[in-house]
């Protein structure tokens, strides 16, 4: 089966550092995604990992352990625009051939001051 | 680049008719557009990947007469729910899929907000 776990809820204080959290089980890997969603809105792509280790973009930051089927994904310097739910996505094969997103139920993120 | 569009962004329904949602990739050319359901405070369930010019494939447990996907061309793909019903009530949101560089990358559109009465 298709499993991806991740918090549902986390707080944090605006300027500071928060890691969230990602463990998959799926039949397949071609790579992670996290993105973020603001409510009503579509999710915006932050990151990708196919490759063990971490992938810096910014404020953003993500790592990959494939053997462990983990990722994270931190956020430094937080800023209260940062309170959004953030998705963690596995891109794996699908019967029909081609690649597919799986998603987590994503962590919402509250930044308070 | 790489804006996707959907229309209309907020729908209300009388049960029993048919609602078409469109997706449009505005710059840039997509072959393959996906078709997802989101509840409140649940993660996207993927429903349908939609390919140009031939039938689309349907996940497990999506009913294709009720929900029928076209993509007449690489800019543009439908989702109509047929017959709808209160439980169809849900946030629908499509993505394209652009080959950029290493990373197949999905862009997603603004979702729609079906609500049926």
């Known amino acids: 089966g298709q499993n991806i776990d991740q918090p549902t809820e986390m707080t944090a204080t605006e300027g500071a550092i928060v890691q969230i959290n990602c463990t998959y089980q799926t039949s397949g890997f071609n790579g992670l995604f996290w993105y973020q969603q603001h409510a009503g809105e579509a999710p915006t792509f932050l990151s990708y990992?196919?490759?063990?280790g971490l992938e810096e973009k910014g404020r953003f930051s993500s790592f990959l352990s494939r053997s462990k089927g983990y990722s994270y994904l931190l956020l430094k310097e937080l800023q209260m625009k940062d309170s959004a739910s953030y998705l963690c996505a596995v891109r794996a094969p699908s019967s029909g051939g081609y690649n597919k997103l799986i998603f987590g139920a994503g962590t919402r993120l509250a930044v308070h001051p | 680049g790489a804006v996707v569009s959907q229309h209309p962004s907020r729908v209300i329904c009388k049960s029993g008719t048919s609602v078409k949602i469109e997706c449009r990739s505005l710059d840039f050319q997509a072959t393959t557009m996906f078709w997802y359901r989101q509840f409140p405070k649940k993660s996207l369930m993927l429903m349908a990947t939609s390919n140009e010019g031939s039938k689309a494939t349907y996940e497990q447990g999506v009913e294709k007469d009720k929900f029928l996907i076209n993509h007449a061309s690489l800019t543009l793909s439908t989702l109509t729910v047929t017959s709808a019903h209160p439980e169809d009530s849900s946030f629908y949101i499509c993505?394209?899929?652009?080959?950029?560089?290493?990373?197949?990358?999905?862009?997603f559109g603004p979702g729609t907000r079906l609500t049926v009465l």
């Open positions: 993505s394209a899929r652009r080959d950029s560089g290493r990373v197949d990358t999905q862009y």
């Open positions: 990992n196919v490759l063990d």
